[in-house]
C-alpha cells in the first residue's frame, strides 16, 4: 500500500491511496458492507455508485459465513464479486457493542455470538489471522473500544491494552506476511541463486508486503486529551500503514466528539492516511476533512435508507412525510444519481409507506450517491484551494431545510 | 392495437402485439408489478431484464396510491418510470381473493379494503374507468371469479354476470375513448372542414382508439366445459381486442386447470391474443403455449424469489440448502442473467439465510431472468417449427433435479 498527499488545503488533505485492487482518491467515503453485501444492493449497483473502497465487518463475517468458507471460496472480494479494495475492522468495537462477552484476558476476548450464543475467541493474532485469510486490502490492529462515561483511570487501563494489542497485531500481521512469501517462494522453487543480493531483498520485501494486507493502528483515549495525545504518540510511532482514531461516536456529544477529532488528528503522522472510524453525517465528514481527515465509513447513509430519511442537498427528509404524496419532483433537483434521475418524491413515498424492497433499494443508492458525490465535491475544493468557501456553503445550505429549494 | 400471428407450430403461435408503449413479441411473460413496482427491483433493472409487458393490479393501486393521484400525476408509466406496455387486471380477482365483501349486486362490488377496512366500490364502469385514467395499454373487463368447487348452477349464474359485465365494461371503454377523443377535439378546435368524409371517420376512429386502452375480455366456467364453451362462444363473440381465460389456477388440481385451458383456447378467435391469467409455473407456460396460448402473468417468479425458491434449467431449488454453503458454482450454468454471471451458489445463501435485502434482488433478478429467457426459447422453436421437441427436452431436462448438472 502506498500514499501520497496531492494537494493540502489548511489542514485538509487531498491524496491518494494504492492497494492492490485499484487506487483510492482521499479524503474518501467507504461504504459498509456488513457481511459482505452493502445492504439492499447488488455488487454490480454498488460498483455504479463508484465506491473506491468498501468495508466489511470481520466479526460479522467471522461468525457468518465464517473464514474457513471464505478463504475456501477465494477470499471476500471474489465471494461478493467485487474487484476494488476491501477495508476490515478487527471485530474490536462489535465485540463491545453486539457480542455477549465472557473474559477479556491480556490473551484476547472470549465472547458468544449476538446469534445463537455459540462461544467464539479473538485477540490481535486471531483477528490479523482472520482479515488476512478473508485476503482484505487494509486490516485494522485489534484494540479495546471504551465505553463513553469511563473514569479517566479506566479508559488509560484500556488504552494501554490497545497499544500492547496493537504490537501484537503488527507482529502477527508481518508474520502472516513473511509466512505466506515464504510458502510462496517454496511454491515457485526458492529464491534464484546467484542474484544480486539487494535485488533479491527487495523482492523479497515486496513479495511480504503483498502476501498480507497493509495494518492501520487505532489511537484510543475516550474524551481525554492527554491520553488522546499519548495514544497518537505510541500509534503514530509503530510501523503502520495508516492511523485511526478510534473510540469516538460511542454516545458522545458531537462537540466532545470533535474536540477529541480537532484535537487527535494533527499529532497523527503526516505521511500516513487518517481514518476516521465510524463517522458520521454528511457536515462531520466536511468537519472531519476539515480536522485533516483521510477516510470515514458509517452505516448511516444505508442504515437511514431503510427507514426512509434521505440525505440531500437541503438537509435531510423523511420520505414518508405526506406533503410528499403527489409531489412530481425529483427528491434532489441537483442530485444526478439513478434515483433522482428516474423517479419521483411521490413515488419514493409510495414504494416506502407500503414496504416495498425497491424503497431500500432507491433509498440506498440515493443516499450513498448523496455521500460519495459529497466526497468528489470536497476533493475538488482541496484541490483547488477552496475547501474553506464550500464548506461554509454547504454548512449553510442543509440548514435551510427547504425541501421546495 | 394490432396483433399478428406471425408463425404456427401445431397449436402454438408466434406472434406480435402492437401497442402505444411498443410492440410485444408472443408468447409472452408479464411480470407482476403489483403497485407500480416489480417487487425488489428498480424500474431501470426490470428493463434491463429485458421484458416488453408488465401487468399492475389495479384493486390494489385503487387502495394505494389511488387512481385520482395516480392520473394527476400523468399516469402509471410515468409514476414508475416505465415506457413499455402495461396491462392492468380489472380488481375483479382480488376481490375474491383479498377483499371483505359487503354485498355483490348487478350494479357492482361494494367491498372493504384489506388494509384498513374502509369501504370501496367496483363496477365495470368504475374499473374501466380507473383502468384508462391509469393510462395503461390493456385493461381487462370487470368480472366474477368464481371459488373452486361450486356447483354447476352457481358457476352458471356467476358466469351469466360476467358477461352482462363484459358488455359494460366494452361499453364504458368506447364511451371512454369517445369522451376523450371529443374533448381533444375540442382542444384542438375541432375536426377540420371540407375534409374528406371517409378520412375524417378513420381519424376520429383512431383518435377514440388512441384514447382509451384495448380491452380484454374474460371467459369464465369454473372446471365446467360446458359453461366454458358457452363463455368462449360469449365473449369471443364480442368486439375485445383479445381474450383471456380467468378462473384457473384457484385451487384446482393441475390436470383439471389443463382441462379447462385444452378445452377452451381452442374456441378463442384465432386473429386475437389469447391469455392465461395468473399462470404459471415454467411447465405451465410450456404447456399453455402448446395449447395456443399467447399471454401469461404470475407473481411465482418475483414471489419464490424472495421465499429462496429458484427456478433453474435443472428444476427448482431452495437455495438455503446447506449443500450450496460451500458451492462456488453460478446458481445455474447455462444462465445468462446478473446473478449466474457474478455471483456464486454460496453467496445467494449467504445472502438469502442472514436476510440480506440484496438476497431478494438478486434471486428475483434470476427468476425473472429464467422465465423472460424460457419465452424466447419457446419463441424461437415455434419459428423455427421445433417447439414440440423443445418442449419434450425442456420437460425432461427440468424433472432431472440435478443442481450439480
Redesign the interface.
Known sequence: MKFAVLARDGAARRGELTTAHGTIQTPVFMPVGT??????????QLRALGPEIMLCNTYHLML??GVD?LE???GVHR???WDRAILTDSGGFQLFSLASIRKIKEEGVEFRSHIDGSPYFLSPERSIEIQARMGVDIAMAFDECPAYGLAHAEVAKSMALTHRWAARSLAARNAFGEQRAASSEQENGGSHAGGDPSLLLAARRSLIATSAPALFGIVQGGIHLDLRRESAAVIGGMDFDGVAIGGVSVGEPKHEMFEVVNFTAPLLPEEKPRYLMGVGTPEDLVNGVAAGIDMFDCVMPTRNA?NGTLFTSFGKVSIKNARF??D?RPLDPRCQC?TCR???R??LR??F??G???A???NT?HNLWHYLDLMRSIRQSIASKSFGSFRDSFLSRISSGDADA
Open positions: 457481511l459482505a453485501s452493502v445492504k439492499s444492493l447488488t455488487t454490480e457468518r459465513p468458507l475456501q471460496l477465494g465471494f461478493m464479486g431503510r404524496a403527489a412530481p439513478l428516474t423517479v419521483s411521490a413515488y409510495h414504494l409507506v407500503n416495498e424492497i425497491a431500500s433499494v432507491y443508492i
